[in-house]
C-alpha cells in the first residue's frame, strides 16, 4: 500500500502568495471557454426564472391546459423553482471553474513545489503538459532561489506558437534563463533514459486518451504509457510529483507495479468540480529485482 500525506493549505502556500487577479495578467485563463459556456446559461436561467415569476399566473393558465386543475399551479412553481436552482448551480460552477483555474491552481502548484526537498541539486527537470506554464515557472523560480544551475523543460502537446507564449511568462517571471519548451508526445516522451532529476505534472494527466473517453479500457492503457514514459526519464532517486482529476488510484498502482518508492498521496483538493490529489514518488537507485538482478523495464 502506498502511504498517504496531508497536504492542507498551510503546508503548501508560498509566503506572500498573489492575488488572483496578478496570476490572471500573466498566465490568462486555461477554461474561458467553460466559464463562458457556464455563465451564458446561468444568465439564461436566471432570465426565465424572472420570467416565471413576472408571469407566473399566464404559465399557470398554461400548465392548466395540459394538467389537472389542482396540478397547474403546482407545476408551474415547481418549474420555476428547479429554473432559478439551476442559476444558481450554474453560477457556483463557473465561480468553482474560475477559482480552480487561478488560485486553486497556483496554490496546488505550490505545494507540488514544496514537495522536492532539495532543488540546488535538480540539473534537469521536466514539465509534462506546461499549458501556459504555471508549474514550469514555480519549478523554474525554485530553482532559481537555491541556486541550481540546472533547466527545466516544458513538454506540451500544444504547437510552438502556444509554447511562444510559455516562454513570454517565463521571462515576465524573470526566469527565462531557466526555462525552455518543447512540442511532444507524452506517452512518446522525446528523452533517453533516466534523464531528469524531477518530472512535475498538473491537471494533464488525464486528458491522454481521451478520445477513447475517460473510463475506457484504451485510455486506461493510455494514461498507463504517460507514467511509464514519466517513470523511464527519471533517474534513478529522481523524483515525481503529479497533480491530476479522477484517475489517481490508476497511477498509484502503476507506480506500484513499477516497484516505486516513498509513493505519498496527499488529501483530496476539490478542483474543476471533481476530486483531484497530488501523487510523488522516487525512482529507486537500484533498479534489480529479485536474486537474479533482473534490470526492470520502465516502459509499458
Known amino acids: 500500500m502506498f502511504r498517504e500525506r496531508k497536504m492542507g493549505k498551510s503546508s503548501g502556500a508560498a509566503p506572500g502568495s498573489r492575488d488572483w487577479t496578478q496570476i490572471y495578467a500573466i498566465y490568462g485563463l486555461d477554461q474561458w471557454q467553460t466559464i463562458l459556456f457556464l455563465l451564458f446559461h446561468a444568465v439564461l436561467f436566471t432570465i426565465l426564472s424572472l420570467l416565471y415569476l413576472t408571469y407566473f399566473d399566464l404559465i399557470t393558465l398554461f400548465f392548466h391546459r395540459l394538467l389537472p386543475i389542482g396540478s397547474a399551479r403546482f407545476a408551474a ?49 521536466l514539465d509534462l503538459g506546461c499549458g501556459r506554464g504555471m508549474l514550469l515557472n514555480a519549478v523554474a523560480t525554485q530553482m532559481k532561489k537555491e541556486g541550481s544551475l540546472g533547466r527545466v523543460v516544458g513538454l506540451d502537446r500544444s504547437k510552438m506558437t502556444s509554447l511562444s507564449s510559455t516562454l513570454r511568462t517565463a521571462k515576465i517571471e524573470g526566469v527565462g534563463e531557466y526555462v525552455t519548451c518543447r512540442e511532444g508526445d507524452p506517452r512518446r516522451l522525446p528523452f533517453g533514459d533516466g534523464y531528469f532529476d524531477v518530472v512535475v ?73 471533481v476530486s483531484s490529489h497530488i501523487v510523488s514518488f522516487r525512482k529507486p537507485s537500484q533498479h ?13
Request: proline letters at 3%; glycine letters at 8%.
Open 77 to 125: 412553481g415547481f418549474t420555476g423553482s428547479v429554473t432559478a436552482l439551476s442559476a444558481l448551480c450554474l453560477f457556483f460552477a463557473s465561480a468553482h471553474f474560475l477559482h480552480s483555474s487561478l488560485p486553486l491552481h497556483y496554490d496546488v502548484v505550490q505545494r507540488m513545489v514544496n514537495s522536492v526537498n532539495d532543488w540546488s541539486t535538480v540539473k534537469h527537470a
Open 288 to 300: 534489480v529485482v529479485g536474486p537474479g538482478e533482473v534490470r526492470l523495464d520502465w516502459r509499458c
Open 201 to 273: 505534472s498538473a491537471v494533464f494527466v488525464h486528458t491522454v486518451g481521451k478520445e477513447y473517453g475517460h473510463r475506457t479500457v484504451e485510455a486506461s492503457a493510455e494514461r498507463m504509457r504517460v507514467v511509464g514514459e514519466m517513470v523511464r526519464v527519471l533517474k534513478p532517486g529522481g523524483v515525481g510529483v503529479v497533480w491530476d482529476l479522477l484517475h489517481v488510484p490508476e497511477y498509484v498502482r502503476r507506480l506500484q507495479e513499477l516497484k516505486m518508492e516513498d509513493i505519498r498521496v496527499s488529501e483530496r483538493v476539490t478542483a474543476f468540480m
